[in-house]
């Protein structure tokens, strides 16, 4: 059963066109108003096709010469498990009668060539068919060239005022414009007064510099961005011809663009034409394809050309394109399943909770299958590294796998959750984002105060929005208030709202203090606004020089806007200015808009930071970038898990148990036939290396040799550390982050040479090993064990498992042939400590 689609790219109702077609032709657009049907093929019978109009919308108008259609033409295959569309806007034939009314070439794209009325036809290879009519008008008229509306997204569109070429800084060979087009004003005078007004000739418009150094008659460091017949090259020579207008200022603006279509199911491999449509002030609708900018999410899963056409690659999952077009974005979303024959459900378990609802949900759409659950001795080493930050001790693993108990995973969780362990090791996270670190050569009170605030917080379950409230509110000084150490972190006011907004918010924002931001809606004026709620904020000395006391002053929370300087109120991101008096503290009130349930950006921030802590990807990568042209790869589970911490008034225990405790944490890092190639729908577990911290108290562990840091007690481990500044090369080179910014994208967990090389032949693994007080030492002359018995210690330790017959005759083999039995020991844990088991927790 085939259905074959002719989609709009833009409806506009013939009243609207009528009452607004003055104002229209004078649009920066040319005045473009189309309006024209659905037009759908629906079958007979199942066996046959037949052609219905679905939308029979009487008025289908092309204004003007510079009126532009892109059709999406759809064919739409039914009676499969999962049904995916087929976008054939390339592969049919088009046909006008009668001809010469206005022309479509072989991709969709209709331009008006004279008045009249004609008959589009498209005719796929299966036989089905769709006509409709459409008229053609105004070709005759000279409309008005708009530089804000028509001019200045060419040059974006030819990355003419990119940060590559003339809208850097300082411009590009004597020629500047703003980034990405967000300053028109500045760019027309700009364009027109400087050089003597050269680069424009009125009485011979194709001799303007503009328009020989597009198309490359006269030299251009750029290349050719133009071809002299092109639409874009009659554009700008009209504007030259007609006088170089700015335009009234009266002219309708963009307010929103939308695309066409939104989502779609596509097979690997297959192709979608977009269509994006730019919405203006007046209520017009205006096809805008060719002159947006697009750009997919993952390049290893599809690309998109200048045309709106988006190419699949042969990968199963979901991809984004993000469409730009005159500081407006929208996302196009497609679904990338694969083939199967046994019915959706049948590839993944039960749900246990809401995580696996979203999860399952979204898998069995994709026909990709979920991995087994995973054994309990994987589960206990997982999730104990995963909340406590260290390897399940002996005693831990010998209880779970023998505990029979149907509830012991939910059990395990809960002291996980309740150990001082754990409270190490998320104060360890949460100190290195929030940027903790000593001013000076020696670890200082405040740091020290900070890091056990922080860590207090986290051992008392501090609800999370209580947590924010204390940091952005912070006053006095560390002795009393120590969260006023992350004021002193960050000692201006840009780094304080940008840190707030990329932290707490998942929004960043630094873009959008020198320009308009270019993927995402914040201005400068929104910038302005947020950081109105630190201008009060400053510090006086306390009773040391390092440890000042931060207070906020009585004074107006208004900020200057960076272009007019004209002062701002505080207000939040999308949100009304904030009604505060000038005798207030101007954070409670950001605070209270930060934490407010109703806060789009608060929760989603939090749980999307949380979900990749524990399973090594976040819905939204990277973590703290949540934006509309970036979309998480399962919505609903983003939606679902941030609505039930906010029902839980912010337990971050309850988030964590929540995801724990879901089958799909509990799934097998193994992939099972058909998920192999999945990396965003978590139909496994995906391993994920130990962060450095973990890794050297895990190797201590192991080898029964713990590091010494200086300064700090004895058998103090490496993720209890009040901050990164300890000198440790193994720190270092496995990526313990610097703590100079809020992003977690310092922490490296990618794997290179030097980290191998120092894990097999360092001084450091050699002392750790070989030491006389160190394990191997001990178990070489130990005559209370068997040797068998002793390698279940090691493997307990390291892998929280017995070891295989394979491994176990294999390494009692190596202890039998070697004379030197400490040398022996030295290297079954050198063996260990190297596998990729213990590098990784899967």
Partial sequence: MTILRIDPACRRNSSTA??????TRSRATAGLIIAFGILTFLPRSFAGESLSIENAEADRTLLGRDARIQLVVSRHHAGEVHRTDEDVTGDVVYSVEPAGIFSVDRDGFVIPIADGQATLTAKHAS???????????GMSEDQAVSFPGQVVPIFTKLGCNGGGCHGKAAGQNGFKLSLLGFEPREDYEHLIGESRGRRISPAIPDQSLLLLKAINASPHGGGQRLEADSHEYRVMRRWIAQGTN????????????EVLPAHRRLAPGASQQLSVVAVYSDGAREDV??????????????????????????HVGDVAVMARYQGHVTVFRADIPQTIESSPESLTPQPANVVDVHVFAKLQSLGIPASETCDDATFLRRATLDIAGRLPTPEESSQFNSDQSANKREVLVDQLLASEDHADYFASKWNAILRNKRQGGNLEFATIAFHQWIRDSIAENKPYDQFVREIVTASGSVANHPPVVWFQQVPDKSSRVEDAA?????QRVACAHCHHHPYEKWSQADYAQL???????????????????????????????????????????????????????????????????????FARALVNRYWKHFMGRGLVEPEDDMRITNPPSNPELLDAMAASFVESHFDLRALIRLIVLSKTYGLSSEPAAGNLGDRRSYSRYYPKRLQAEVLLDAIDDVSGNQTKFAGMPAGTRAVALPDTEFDSYFLSVFGIPDSVTACECERSQEANLAQSLHLINSDEIQEKLGNDAARAAKLAVDGDLTDEAKLQQLYTLAFSREATDTERKAMLGYLSSKENRREAFEDILWSLVNSKEFLFNH
Avoid at 18 to 23: I, L, M
Avoid at 246 to 257: L, Q, R, W, Y
Avoid at 289 to 314: C, F, I, Q
Avoid at 502 to 506: G, H, T
């Fill in 18 to 23: 009528d009452s607004d077609r003055g104002a």
């Fill in 246 to 257: 700015f335009g009234d200022g009266k002219e309708p603006s963009v307010v929103s663009i």
């Fill in 127 to 137: 036989g089905a068919t769709s006509n409709a009519t459409f008229t053609v008008s």
């Fill in 531 to 601: 950081s109105a709620f630190f201008a009060t904020v400053t510090k006086k000395a306390g009773s040391e020089p390092l440890e000042p006391d931060f207070i906020a002053e009585v004074g107006a929370a208004t900020s200057p806007h960076p272009k007019t300087g004209q002062p701002l109120t505080a207000a939040g991101l999308d949100a009304e200015s904030a009604a505060i008096d000038p005798s207030e503290d101007a954070r409670v009130h950001l605070a209270q808009w930060m934490t407010d349930p109703a806060n789009p950006f």
């Fill in 502 to 506: 990329q932290l707490f918010l998942a």
């Fill in 289 to 314: 394809t060719r002159a947006a900018l697009y750009e997919a999410n993952d390049t290893e899963m599809a690309e998109v050309d200048a045309k709106g056409k988006v190419t699949l690659n042969k």
